[in-house]
Protein backbone atom coordinates (compact mmCIF):
# COMPACT_ATOMS: atom_id res chain seq x y z
CA UNK A 1 0.00 0.00 0.00
CA UNK A 2 0.95 3.44 -1.11
CA UNK A 3 1.61 5.96 1.79
CA UNK A 4 -0.18 8.78 -0.12
CA UNK A 5 -3.37 7.36 -2.65
CA UNK A 6 -4.18 9.89 -5.34
CA UNK A 7 -6.74 9.15 -8.10
CA UNK A 8 -5.08 9.74 -11.15
CA UNK A 9 -8.19 11.04 -13.06
CA UNK A 10 -8.24 12.43 -15.86
CA UNK A 11 -11.00 14.73 -13.85
CA UNK A 12 -12.84 16.81 -16.69
CA UNK A 13 -15.23 19.35 -15.83
CA UNK A 14 -16.77 22.33 -17.20
CA UNK A 15 -15.37 26.01 -16.98
CA UNK A 16 -17.16 27.18 -14.32
CA UNK A 17 -17.21 24.24 -12.30
CA UNK A 18 -15.54 23.58 -8.96
CA UNK A 19 -13.13 21.04 -9.18
CA UNK A 20 -12.79 18.68 -6.23
CA UNK A 21 -9.93 16.91 -5.28
CA UNK A 22 -8.42 15.05 -2.60
CA UNK A 23 -5.78 12.77 -1.00
CA UNK A 24 -5.91 9.55 1.84
CA UNK A 25 -2.81 8.77 3.53
CA UNK A 26 -1.58 6.07 5.89
CA UNK A 27 1.42 7.64 8.12
CA UNK A 28 -0.05 9.44 11.00
CA UNK A 29 3.08 11.08 11.52
CA UNK A 30 2.48 13.41 8.26
CA UNK A 31 2.66 16.81 9.25
CA UNK A 32 2.97 19.31 6.69
CA UNK A 33 0.52 18.97 3.57
CA UNK A 34 0.63 20.49 -0.10
CA UNK A 35 -0.70 21.08 -3.10
CA UNK A 36 1.34 21.21 -6.26
CA UNK A 37 0.00 22.32 -9.79
CA UNK A 38 2.43 21.11 -12.73
CA UNK A 39 1.60 21.92 -16.01
CA UNK A 40 2.86 19.89 -18.78
CA UNK A 41 6.67 19.57 -19.25
CA UNK A 42 7.10 22.56 -15.99
CA UNK A 43 8.12 22.36 -12.49
CA UNK A 44 5.57 21.76 -9.84
CA UNK A 45 3.96 24.95 -8.49
CA UNK A 46 3.37 25.18 -4.75
CA UNK A 47 -0.44 26.15 -4.51
CA UNK A 48 -1.56 25.91 -0.63
CA UNK A 49 0.34 24.88 2.32
CA UNK A 50 -1.46 23.46 5.41
CA UNK A 51 -0.02 22.61 8.79
CA UNK A 52 -3.49 21.86 11.19
CA UNK A 53 -6.94 20.27 10.56
CA UNK A 54 -8.76 22.63 9.07
CA UNK A 55 -9.50 24.80 6.32
CA UNK A 56 -6.93 27.33 4.20
CA UNK A 57 -8.70 29.69 1.34
CA UNK A 58 -6.61 31.53 -1.07
CA UNK A 59 -8.15 32.93 -3.81
CA UNK A 60 -10.33 30.34 -5.52
CA UNK A 61 -8.85 27.84 -3.96
CA UNK A 62 -9.35 26.01 -0.60
CA UNK A 63 -7.50 23.71 0.97
CA UNK A 64 -8.87 20.77 3.87
CA UNK A 65 -7.01 18.45 6.41
CA UNK A 66 -9.03 15.90 8.26
CA UNK A 67 -6.24 14.11 10.36
CA UNK A 68 -8.26 12.19 12.02
CA UNK A 69 -9.63 10.78 8.38
CA UNK A 70 -5.99 10.88 7.19
CA UNK A 71 -7.55 12.53 4.05
CA UNK A 72 -7.36 16.39 2.84
CA UNK A 73 -8.71 18.16 0.08
CA UNK A 74 -8.09 21.02 -2.46
CA UNK A 75 -10.76 22.75 -4.13
CA UNK A 76 -11.12 25.36 -7.08
CA UNK A 77 -13.59 27.95 -7.30
CA UNK A 78 -15.05 28.75 -10.59
CA UNK A 79 -11.87 26.71 -12.73
CA UNK A 80 -10.99 28.01 -15.81
CA UNK A 81 -9.31 26.27 -18.75
CA UNK A 82 -6.08 27.84 -17.03
CA UNK A 83 -6.28 25.42 -14.58
CA UNK A 84 -6.03 22.27 -16.71
CA UNK A 85 -3.15 20.68 -15.13
CA UNK A 86 -2.08 17.95 -12.74
CA UNK A 87 -2.53 18.33 -9.15
CA UNK A 88 -0.39 17.13 -7.09
CA UNK A 89 -1.00 15.87 -3.33
CA UNK A 90 2.26 16.09 -0.64
CA UNK A 91 3.00 15.69 2.72
CA UNK A 92 5.93 15.59 4.96
CA UNK A 93 6.60 14.84 8.70
CA UNK A 94 9.37 17.16 10.52
CA UNK A 95 11.91 14.49 12.18
CA UNK A 96 15.55 15.10 12.39
CA UNK A 97 16.43 12.55 9.78
CA UNK A 98 13.93 13.00 7.28
CA UNK A 99 14.79 16.68 5.87
CA UNK A 100 10.79 18.00 4.89
CA UNK A 101 11.30 14.78 2.58
CA UNK A 102 7.93 14.73 0.22
CA UNK A 103 5.83 12.03 -0.49
CA UNK A 104 3.69 12.59 -3.13
CA UNK A 105 0.57 10.86 -4.36
CA UNK A 106 0.38 9.95 -7.69
CA UNK A 107 -1.25 13.41 -9.23
CA UNK A 108 -4.58 14.26 -10.74
CA UNK A 109 -5.05 15.14 -14.26
CA UNK A 110 -7.67 18.21 -14.30
CA UNK A 111 -9.23 19.08 -18.04
CA UNK A 112 -11.11 21.85 -17.95
CA UNK A 113 -13.46 21.85 -20.78
CA UNK A 114 -14.49 25.50 -22.47
CA UNK B 1 6.49 32.44 -2.47
CA UNK B 2 9.91 31.71 -3.58
CA UNK B 3 11.96 31.52 -6.41
CA UNK B 4 14.13 28.65 -7.54
CA UNK B 5 15.78 28.52 -11.39
CA UNK B 6 17.53 25.66 -12.88
CA UNK B 7 19.51 25.83 -15.50
CA UNK B 8 20.16 25.01 -18.07
CA UNK B 9 16.46 24.39 -19.04
CA UNK B 10 17.36 21.81 -21.80
CA UNK B 11 20.63 19.52 -23.09
CA UNK B 12 21.09 17.26 -25.74
CA UNK B 13 24.32 15.32 -25.06
CA UNK B 14 26.38 12.43 -27.05
CA UNK B 15 26.22 8.97 -24.95
CA UNK B 16 29.55 9.04 -22.51
CA UNK B 17 28.96 12.77 -22.14
CA UNK B 18 28.91 14.12 -18.56
CA UNK B 19 26.33 16.90 -17.78
CA UNK B 20 25.86 19.21 -15.26
CA UNK B 21 22.69 20.90 -13.92
CA UNK B 22 22.22 24.23 -11.70
CA UNK B 23 19.63 24.66 -9.02
CA UNK B 24 19.67 28.01 -6.80
CA UNK B 25 17.45 29.44 -4.96
CA UNK B 26 16.64 33.30 -5.62
CA UNK B 27 15.82 34.94 -2.99
CA UNK B 28 16.56 32.54 -0.35
CA UNK B 29 19.13 30.49 1.62
CA UNK B 30 18.46 26.99 1.89
CA UNK B 31 20.46 24.31 3.35
CA UNK B 32 18.68 21.34 2.13
CA UNK B 33 17.72 20.90 -1.92
CA UNK B 34 16.45 17.57 -3.07
CA UNK B 35 17.17 16.35 -6.65
CA UNK B 36 13.88 14.28 -8.10
CA UNK B 37 13.75 12.58 -11.92
CA UNK B 38 10.04 12.25 -13.39
CA UNK B 39 9.05 10.32 -16.59
CA UNK B 40 6.07 11.09 -18.83
CA UNK B 41 2.80 10.70 -17.02
CA UNK B 42 4.27 9.97 -13.98
CA UNK B 43 4.77 11.34 -10.60
CA UNK B 44 8.33 12.60 -9.24
CA UNK B 45 10.71 10.26 -8.28
CA UNK B 46 13.35 11.54 -5.32
CA UNK B 47 17.09 10.88 -6.42
CA UNK B 48 18.61 12.50 -3.41
CA UNK B 49 18.40 14.88 -0.64
CA UNK B 50 21.65 17.51 -0.87
CA UNK B 51 22.61 19.55 2.42
CA UNK B 52 24.83 22.14 2.34
CA UNK B 53 28.34 21.66 3.16
CA UNK B 54 28.19 17.75 3.39
CA UNK B 55 27.57 14.59 1.63
CA UNK B 56 24.48 13.96 -0.19
CA UNK B 57 21.72 11.29 0.92
CA UNK B 58 21.04 9.12 -2.04
CA UNK B 59 17.66 6.99 -2.09
CA UNK B 60 17.98 3.43 -2.63
CA UNK B 61 18.70 2.19 -6.19
CA UNK B 62 20.19 5.71 -7.05
CA UNK B 63 23.70 5.58 -7.91
CA UNK B 64 25.76 7.87 -6.43
CA UNK B 65 28.96 7.54 -8.48
CA UNK B 66 26.33 8.27 -12.00
CA UNK B 67 24.84 11.27 -9.91
CA UNK B 68 27.07 13.59 -8.41
CA UNK B 69 25.30 16.34 -6.23
CA UNK B 70 27.72 19.05 -4.96
CA UNK B 71 25.81 21.78 -2.36
CA UNK B 72 28.39 24.25 -2.08
CA UNK B 73 26.53 26.82 -1.02
CA UNK B 74 23.33 28.07 0.73
CA UNK B 75 21.69 28.89 -2.74
CA UNK B 76 23.03 26.43 -5.21
CA UNK B 77 23.58 22.38 -5.84
CA UNK B 78 24.57 21.17 -8.65
CA UNK B 79 23.66 17.29 -10.43
CA UNK B 80 26.38 16.08 -12.35
CA UNK B 81 24.88 12.86 -14.67
CA UNK B 82 28.74 11.01 -15.29
CA UNK B 83 28.95 9.17 -18.72
CA UNK B 84 25.35 9.95 -19.38
CA UNK B 85 23.30 6.98 -21.84
CA UNK B 86 19.94 6.71 -23.43
CA UNK B 87 18.75 5.86 -20.32
CA UNK B 88 19.52 8.61 -18.37
CA UNK B 89 16.97 10.73 -20.67
CA UNK B 90 14.79 11.78 -18.52
CA UNK B 91 13.07 14.89 -16.69
CA UNK B 92 15.36 16.53 -13.44
CA UNK B 93 13.76 18.90 -10.90
CA UNK B 94 15.37 20.10 -8.24
CA UNK B 95 13.79 21.72 -4.96
CA UNK B 96 14.58 24.09 -2.17
CA UNK B 97 13.36 23.57 1.78
CA UNK B 98 12.42 26.24 2.86
CA UNK B 99 11.80 26.81 6.70
CA UNK B 100 11.22 30.05 6.87
CA UNK B 101 8.82 31.45 9.78
CA UNK B 102 8.03 28.05 11.11
CA UNK B 103 7.17 26.57 7.54
CA UNK B 104 8.22 23.50 6.00
CA UNK B 105 7.85 23.18 2.43
CA UNK B 106 9.74 22.55 -1.25
CA UNK B 107 9.79 25.34 -4.10
CA UNK B 108 10.64 23.47 -7.29
CA UNK B 109 12.83 25.02 -10.00
CA UNK B 110 11.69 24.42 -13.44
CA UNK B 111 13.28 21.25 -14.78
CA UNK B 112 15.64 20.36 -16.91
CA UNK B 113 15.03 18.02 -20.13
CA UNK B 114 17.91 15.75 -20.72
CA UNK B 115 18.01 13.82 -24.33
CA UNK B 116 21.16 11.98 -24.74
CA UNK B 117 21.33 10.30 -28.09
Known amino acids: QKEVEQDPGPLSVPEGAIVSLNCTYS??????FMWYRQYSRKGPELLMY????GNKEDGRFTAQVDKSSKYISLFIRDSQPSDSATYLC??????????????FGAGTQVVVTP | GAVVSQHPSRVICKSGTSVKIECRSL??????MFWYRQFPKQSLMLMAT?????????EQGVEKDKFLINHASLTLSTLTVTSAHPEDSSFYIC?????????????FGPGTRLTVL
Open chain 1, 27 to 32: NSAFQY
Open chain 1, 50 to 53: TYSS
Open chain 2, 27 to 32: DFQATT
Open chain 2, 50 to 58: SNEGSKATY
Open chain 2, 95 to 107: SARDTRTGADTQY
Open chain 1, 90 to 103: AMSQMTTDSWGKLQ
